[in-house]
């Protein structure tokens, strides 16, 4: 009763913080503000909605788009809107002043307004993203220009970030046309966005809209002339902004900037100014009041209108001079920090492969400053990135999507439906990635099927995934990955049932009505337009997938089952049992991982039909196994040891040892208290006995550790959190399993394919698979790990029998080529 409180305590608690950041978030309330446009609003055919990036004044391809719909009379019948944040309203509305069109509208981003034209604009168009909520309803047409050829990598290539593209690959799913302005930037994009195979819409390979400003020689003259340049050398420097979303480190960039620009005002010649446009992180605490020759970007013009008033570029690591080259004119890099910013940066084009003079100093600079017509014409570079920009691109692109027009010339319009095989598509759930079996297993399993079978995409969420997102980095190429990420989209209703049905168990025909409409919303936003012939549930716990699966239209549905699930949620409560339920209910397979777990799914879930269970044994990764195991001893930067490395190694290196290893999280059902007090007692008459115990992660950490520290043991090891535990298991006298209850842990096939004995206590799972010959089964309790632990270092519990990993291999997966039958 104490503990049902409690939960009802906990749930109004997060109601609590849910509501009052609600009340704080524009963007928090939007979601409820668009939920209901989205839900009952109807399209306006002739309604545009325009948003650059994030709402940051009316910039880029937007700009040049909004600039055509507004001169053009072909479009005269269209109501436009341009997203604005509250802090850039008064610039984007100056800016549509100058246009002098009375048929555009700034609107606040988040605000109502916002929310509803979102939901029924018939064209809504980025050069970004548009936010997690966002869903392309029936009848929208999202025009997706992005923002540039890319040099530093992107997508799934960002090494240090693998799982934040979930909304960028999201909306390029969603929109209707992608454009971008060569080959190469269709290739990287369609690549490292996985966009084959799941991307239904236009790709459009055309001129960008912004780049008609480079052919505006009248517009050229009449911004030199404005600004009193008409006769001097202009110069404008766009470098990159360094640092990270969570590492800024402005005041540093601030000073460093300052302190070049007064040395390069010094420098210059009064026939040169250069004009500065800093990143929107730095530029207010720069100060430009004391410079002859530095002048703040003047803000009047549009970015791209300004930068062709340019006679030459300063650049750094900025993607601007692909755009820039459409003028032919210079274009310096100043890369003065450049073996320090290119060092965990990866780029699609070597550095020094770009056809510009690299200057790192200000010497150099003001040298190359000098002689703006002295550089080598890079004609070669210009036709391969500057492939389709003209004078009349905005106009081009307008024709094709605002226009209805079937071709247009100078345009090549490319089907994504081309770039999909006949193959079918599976999809499935890899959980957390946490450093444990269930990530040993889904990886061994998606590293040896055949993949040219089926097109495989792996699904996570991106939050859950953060701290271990540099798995995703070792999957293979050819599988796909979905980030999922954003709040839920829901209805005030909605919020509440959820939270009844997920904190509180509570069911009922509302409940579960307001579950399935929010679900099945949440499928078009996570999924948007995409297929599954398969979805497979490979956790076997997450309780919102379980409901999203159910959505997925004309979709075979499996979840495999690991553990007792029964005795699981007894034990830790660690999974939302109406969920399970459901999915044991509703999907059209139950996928235990080895013999007996069968008989114990259908014992503890009456009503599960026989013929829905499937046995798929996991699949070990021997070779990798095998690979790891050769390495050397390497502690990860987030591993906790109570030794040292060196003396681990000392451990290890010392053949008379007799070691034994566990390896399995710090969980109450895994026994490692009556493991650390068995090895106590026996340790006490084996004075070269060791005990080494590998966990990722779990609750019963702090006791493990404690009981270790209040026991004086120098003898016993304890590591937290470490990607390779087989250079220690590989050199251990045995595995030692000490659980109360398992499926059938990873663990101990690891240990058999680098041939270290398997200890188990008696239990169902792993004594089913020993008892074939393979290891020692022990007594299930403390005295019988003990005892265990004696007749090992006495010679015995040895197995009778070798292990054939390729033939166990074979079999596991044949029974999961099985599934599909």
Known sequence: MNKHIAKISKGMKALRKALKRAWKSPFFRARYHYVRWYEKGEIDPNAVLLQSYDGQGILGNPFYILRELCTDPAYAHLKIYVASTKNDLPGVQDAIRRLGCDRVTAVCIYSRQYCKLLATCRYVVNNATFASFFIKKEGQIYLNTWHGTPLKQMGRRIISAPNELGNSQRNMLMADYLLYPNRFTFEVMKRDYMLDNMFMGKYILGPYPRNSAFFDEESRARVRAEIGCA?????????????????????????????????????????????????????????????????????????????????????????????????????????????????????????????????????????????????????????????????????????????????????????????????????????????????????????????????????????????????????????????????????????????????????????????????????????????????????????????????????????????????????????????????????????????????????SFPGVQPEKIHIAHNVNDIEGIREKAALPLAFDADTYCNMEPEQVAEILGNRDNLIFTNIARFSVEKGLDRLVRAFLKFSADCPNAYLVIIGGHGNEFGKIKSMVEESGSDRIVIIRSLSNPHPILVKSSALFLSSLHEGLP??????????????STDIEGPADFLRQGYGALVENSEAGIEQGMRAFAQGGMRAEKAFDPEAFNRQALAEFEALFE
Not at 583 to 601: C, H, M, N, S
């Open 231 to 603: 006769e001097k050398k202009v110069v404008v420097y766009m470098p990159t902004w360094r640092g990270t979303l969570d590492k800024k480190n402005n005041a540093a960039q601030c000073a460093y900037i300052e302190q070049m620009l007064l040395e390069l005002d010094s420098r210059l010649d009064d026939d040169t100014v250069i004009f500065a446009k800093m990143h929107n992180y730095v530029s207010s605490r720069i100060s430009f009041d004391g410079f002859r020759h530095i002048r703040p970007f003047d803000s009047r013009y549009e970015t791209y209108a300004f930068l062709n008033a340019a006679d030459c570029l300063v650049t750094d690591y900025s993607s601007v001079f692909f755009d820039f080259a459409n003028t032919g004119r210079k274009i310096i890099l100043f890369a003065y920090d450049k073996e320090e910013y290119l060092h965990d940066r990866g780029m699609y084009l070597p550095y020094e492969s770009l056809p510009f003079p690299t200057v790192e100093s200000i010497d150099a600079l003001v040298a190359e400053l000098a002689d703006l017509n002295s550089f080598t014409p890079y004609d070669a570079f210009r036709k391969e990135y500057c492939t389709y920009d003209c004078a009349q691109g905005a106009a081009k692109i307008c024709r094709l999507v605002f226009g209805g027009a079937a071709d247009v010339p100078g345009l090549s319009v490319i089907d994504g439906a081309d770039f999909a095989n006949d193959r079918e598509n599976v999809l499935m759930l890899t959980g957390s990635l946490m450093k444990n079996g269930l990530t040993t297993a889904c990886m061994g399993l998606i590293r040896n099927i055949d993949r040219s079978k089926r097109n495989y995409t792996l699904l996570f969420y991106r939050n859950a995934v953060n701290r271990n997102r540099h798995v995703i980095n070792t999957f293979p190429e050819d599988v796909s990955y979905i980030s999922m990420q954003g709040y839920s989209l829901m209805t005030v209703s909605e919020t509440f049932a959820q939270a009844l049905y997920f904190r509180l168990n509570c069911d009922g025909k509302w409940i579960r009505r307001k579950i399935d409409s929010l679900f099945a919303r949440e499928v078009k936003r996570l999924l948007p337009g995409l297929h599954f012939d398969y979805a497979i549930h490979y956790t076997g716990y997450e309780k919102k997938t379980v409901h999203l699966f159910e959505h997925l239209p004309g979709t075979e549905k499996m979840i495999y089952v690991h553990n007792d699930m029964a005795r699981e949620y007894k034990l830790r409560g660690n999974f939302h049992m109406p969920s399970i339920r459901l999915a044991y209910r509703d999907f059209d397979k139950i996928v235990p991982i080895r013999e007996g777990l069968d008989a114990v799914t259908l014992r």
């Open 746 to 759: 990873m663990t101990i096939m690891e240990a058999l394919i680098l041939g270290v004995p398997v200890l």
